[in-house]
């Protein structure tokens, strides 16, 4: 029988990240694909003896059918956490969705149409663009540089020809390039939207892995226009099999997430809502955090200096101050897919850049991922990239 | 800032379940408005001993992302499951999702585009109904006696001037009305379909929860053509605030429906799916199933009886024979919202019918649950919702 789909579907694509991160999963593998914590450093008896007491004090409200909005001491929780980053808010207008993710779908579902002018970063995370996809939205995609976005260009979108619906944007610690958006790049760019009517999206899963010093605070904290959306994740600082992220955002707005939520799967797990919300009742967040950031802090160092010793001259890579990754900018226009496709026959896999530009791909980027694995591993694996771009670099050289 | 949200979300509308569910939650409330399980009847003790030997087995695997479809040995026992209801399967065509409700949502996703023909049961689910109406269909609903659907009906619209996108069902002890389909009507609705385009989406949350006999098999058993997309849960099996769903479709359809899970938020929480999988390997999950049946059966029973001598004539009732809820149609026309306002000032609950009509809502219905508390409660509960029906019935005839 033959079978139409709706015309959104065309507009989609699968997740190169998914393939790969199928594909490369076994315990063989060095992976620098993943976006993934080490499970190493999951606090696994804490949680074991947490769902015991979740279940035992409150298992109706674990097991039965919850509140939309999500469970209301979890979101209390969530505005204290809110409010350490400067945020003002309450429980009110936090909405729990399955993941940050889902936030991103979520707002694709409120906010637009087809055709609707889309402003992301160059490159971006790409599970953003696939769920926006969905929506047919026009992107207009921004250069960036170590600051954070160019403002002029940004500027020049806000008061161009097509009104622009909304800006997603990740300010800290970006997957895919590690970077950080300086204060003053902030404060510019919320500035650049005064007056227009246009939303910005603030993705923040990686903040709080800030390798040194307080978590840089998100631009939602300076917003007086209710113009901004957070959105928070668990995932990244806790562990994200459990899927539970939330989303900050002003009354008219929350009440349309509120619904769309609804409509979509009725709530998030109640069971591991309760299982968070009794972690941060019970123990210290920050302690976690610290373990996490100094451990990602040691292994992003491995890979810088490995990627100086071992990767040829001419090539470029941020050097992230908190999160989980570094991009990393090839010379010569080699491909990143011919270099995954040798290293994957060394059982070493990353991400190539191609899939993390909504709008005219980079194919001789790379996305490393260094926080699921030691130092040790890194090196070894960063090693078997360097010789293989560089044998690369000197099939090309000779080819010229 | 003046905001602009998408067109979908003027098509949209808060659930009346959720909302008259939240404001009568209270322990002092009889309500019949949920579709819950009773809480006192789920395996805490046994899933607090799964979550520890979950963790301690599998800790990576449970709090780690994880595969969009879902965890493949949960998805090898659904295979098994569906088995026992005449449908053969494996894994690679079923998907999880976090909870049956995930799967509408996702349905309209990968299926509907503006002005898509829908067929629904008259009266039908009420989160269905919303979940679609982000997609903005048109429905045609199709009348129902106590054996199934009006097949004629069916015939007429799928054979007349719009081509139908799908039809979306409960065959199984639907939600609202309690309603078996008969199978000859599953067959006579399932041939209706031949030489059409137009795909069946059936919803099968209830099927498990017959009171007696084997468990009916769903149409998808029947479905020689690739038709047939089936919903399962877990959610009224076992308990639904671990929001652990699954789909079973066609290859070329399950792609499009992991395509849209993976851009929608990843995949389901790991550590549910992994609970779930461990009670389902450890369990006996029919004793479970067999303890709601003889539960909700006795509870029913009384519903019934209640009903029969607290309200008055020419009201009629459904006489399910599994799953949740009875559908009650009012003699004179009285509005059950009225019943609600006044029932709630003695703090006893249900859903009036309306919101379960994609067309032409009848205002006279009310659906009951009877599946929440003990037969005691329920008399009483009918008791007083039988007094106010009376009491209305005489002002109206009176005023007449």
């Not at 694909?33 to 769902?51: H, I, N």
């Not at 978590?215 to 300076?222: C, R, T």
């Not at 299982?275 to 100094?294: K, P, T, V």
Request: some cysteine; proline content about 7%.
């Amino acid at each position: 029988m033959p079978i139409t789909f709706a015309r959104r579907m065309q507009h989609t694509r699968p997740s190169d990240i998914r393939e790969i991160l199928v594909k490369t999963s076994g315990g063989d593998y060095i992976s620098f694909a993943g976006g993934v914590p080490d499970p190493e450093l999951f606090p696994v008896e804490r949680l074991s003896e947490l769902a015991q007491k979740v279940l035992r004090e409150h298992p109706a409200r674990a097991l039965q059918y919850g509140p939309t909005p999500g469970l209301l001491p979890l979101r209390e929780k969530i505005v204290a956490l809110m409010a350490k980053i400067g945020v003002a808010t309450d429980s009110d207008h936090v909405q729990i969705v399955t993941g940050a993710q889902q936030g991103i779908g979520l707002s694709g579902t409120i906010f637009l149409d087809p055709g609707d002018v889309v402003i992301v970063e160059r490159p971006t995370y790409s599970a953003a663009i696939n769920a926006f996809d969905l929506f047919r939205p026009t992107y207009l995609d921004v250069e960036s540089d170590d600051e954070g976005p160019d403002i002029e260009q940004v500027r020049q979108i806000l008061h161009g020809e097509q009104p622009v619906k909304l800006a997603y944007v990740i300010p800290n610690f970006q997957n895919p390039s590690g970077r950080l958006w300086s204060a003053a790049r902030r404060q510019a760019f919320l500035e650049a939207f005064a007056g227009t009517e246009t939303l910005i999206v603030e993705d923040d899963p990686y903040g709080q892995l800030a390798f040194k010093g307080e978590p840089p605070q998100p631009i939602k904290a300076s917003d007086q226009d209710e113009r901004v959306v957070y959105l928070g994740s668990f995932s990244k600082v806790l562990c994200p099999g459990l899927r539970v992220g939330w989303i900050v955002a002003s009354s008219e707005i929350m009440a349309q997430y509120n619904l769309a939520k609804q409509n979509h799967d009725l709530h998030t797990s109640a069971f591991d809502q309760e299982l968070i919300n009794a972690y941060l009742e019970e123990e210290d967040l920050s302690a976690q955090i610290e373990r996490l950031r100094s451990s990602y802090a040691a292994r992003c160092q491995a890979m810088l200096t490995a990627l100086g010793n071992e990767f040829p001259a001419g090539t470029r890579f941020t050097r992230p101050e908190g999160g989980l990754f570094t991009w990393v900018e090839l010379p010569g226009g080699i491909n990143a897919r011919k270099i995954l496709a040798l290293a994957m026959r060394e059982k070493v896999s990353f991400i190539p850049g191609e899939g993390f530009y909504a709008t005219q791909p980079c194919p001789s980027t790379m996305r490393l991922n260094f926080s699921a694995m030691g130092p040790e591993k890194i090196e070894q694996g960063i090693a078997i990239l360097g010789r293989i771009v560089r044998n690369l670099l000197d099939q090309s050289n000779r080819q010229v």
